[in-house]
């Protein structure tokens, strides 16, 4: 498990990157409720501030790529399964780790907010997964790290409008609510409502197995790209 | 050069056609009233697509499939264009059994189908079948040109060894033949020529002594001296070869090419020359004077043979107009063969005429 401890020292290394993983919780925790649909501020962009947080960290693997490492490793003894698996299980430890840190912190804050705390964390998390899996396929399509963040950007904004993050899913025409499902985010805020909801466990499912779905397409797809 | 990876392959067809499907089942899902059912199916289906894409998956995965479109069926009638993709997998895996359930589906689900899906489902498996028969042709073709390539490969390689043994046979046809002379002279025209030494000291001491057999010895010796004298002629005689050989062949073949004028120039020591390079300088020259006739509308030839220490040149310029389409053909290239394989180069020129220039080497290391 060498490369994976080394990706998970080497996540917490950098400023930015730790400013992500524990400033962002801070931030998140003590905004306020608000907004149409009842939830703390915080909360409703978490899935938003996931995807960031997830693209800063697979862009590590990207820097690998440019930097010829991955090159280097393809002569060691250790195969590409092994190096990309141990180090999407490090990224995937921190943010699991994170969404634990805003599930106490529900708790804690906003107990009143949320009627299921285990809905709450099963969704984060698995919403973590996929969203490391989403920037692991994104970034396999692009040579240079730099275009892959500038358009990361820009589909993560049209994820936020269609996913429900900016403005209430309903407003928008039936068709566009069809092609919505398309996007990770509208099942993570149908899962987070439901968490809210408090109701049973098995209505939970849907949106975590589709979560799941995406996860495993992602990656399928960026696990293609081995050697620059 | 274009590889056969770039041009359209079965590979990319079935993609192509994996896309199409997904897109006409999420067309349907988009336009119809099923729900996130519909949503799941095309998703998952998708999925199991991108990972027979990804990795090769067994045939029997085919079932996961089928199971998933006719769990949905009752949820979503027009689930049952996913079973598309299966029955297109099934044919294209060459196991059509695993297409079994989609039958029983039909049958027991659809008593009475309704003419798009029957198409489509026909159209899958057709397209299916077309494909594993194009990648078994494909695959078939590659073979056979993969097996092309190395039965050339051997040839190129037995040419070579042959060359080179022809080289080293000429080399032991002159040592034998070297071996066959010093016998030769030691045997018998050596052997006379002592028996007449030994006869002419004999005949000096009886001399001096004034023995009357004196003049016996001297009428022997010389005897022994005429027969050795004689001995040594038929041995030069028999080792004359009957062809000519060396710079003579070189001459006659210059002599002999009526088409055109032809100027040769020797500078150098041709004795030094080995019997195998000659080879070689012949078939040059008889090749660049054949394609001075051939190829180009040349009235002059110039050969010279230039021999130094270390390597032999022979240079053949003709002073004709080359025609731009022709390539170097067989024969030069046979010709760049055999001189690489005694250590030497062929090269050509054709600025003004052209020029065939030989260079080999002179000993046994090649040109450094």
Known sequence: ?228 | MRSYTDSWSPSIAVVIWRILALLLLAALWFMGDAGTEGFILVFALAILALARWRFPLPSWTTLVDQLLCISIIPFWPEAGFGLALPLFETMLAGTPLFSLPILAVLVICYVDPDLPLLLMLVQASFAGWIVLCWSKQTHQYRLEADQERRDRYELEILKGELLMANVQTAQLAELRERHRISQKLHDEVGHELTAALLAFQAFETLWRENDPQAEDMFAQAQMRLSSSALELRETVHNMQPVQATGIRSLEGICRNFKAMPVQLQIYGDTSRIAAHLWVILNASLKEALTNAVRHSKAKHVEVSLDVNEHIVRLSVQNDGVLDSSSLPGTGLRNLRQRAQAAGGSISINTSGGFQLVCVLPMGKGGIR
Request: charged residues 10%; contains cysteine.
């Open chain 1, 1 to 228: 498990m060498t490369i994976f401890n080394f990706a998970l020292i080497r996540s917490v290394r950098s400023l930015p990157n730790l400013i992500l993983l524990l400033g962002l919780p801070a931030a998140v925790v003590v905004l306020p409720v608000g907004g149409w649909h009842g939830l703390p501020l915080g909360y409703h962009f978490y899935g938003i501030l996931l995807l960031f947080a997830a693209s800063k960290l697979v862009h590590m693997i990207m820097e690998d790529r440019k930097n010829k490492i991955l090159t280097r490793i393809g002569v060691a003894p250790v195969t590409h399964f092994k190096y990309l698996s141990q180090n999407l299980l490090a990224f995937a430890l921190l943010l699991v780790g994170q969404s634990a840190v805003i599930t106490c912190s529900a708790w804690l804050m906003h107990a009143d907010v949320f009627g299921s705390l285990i809905q709450l964390f099963s969704i984060l998390s698995m919403f973590s997964v996929t969203a490391i899996s989403f920037s692991l396929a994104w970034s396999s399509m692009f040579r240079q790290p730099e275009s892959s963040t500038a358009v990361m950007l820009g589909i993560i904004l049209i994820m936020a409008v269609l996913g429900g993050t900016l403005f209430p899913i309903q407003a928008m025409p039936a068709s566009l609510q069809k092609i919505a499902m398309v996007s990770p985010t509208y099942w993570f805020h149908e899962g987070i409502m439901l968490a809210k909801n408090g109701g049973l466990f098995a209505e939970q499912l849907t949106p975590l197995g589709i979560l799941l779905l995406f996860a495993i397409a992602f990656m399928l797809i960026g696990s293609r790209k081995k050697l620059a």
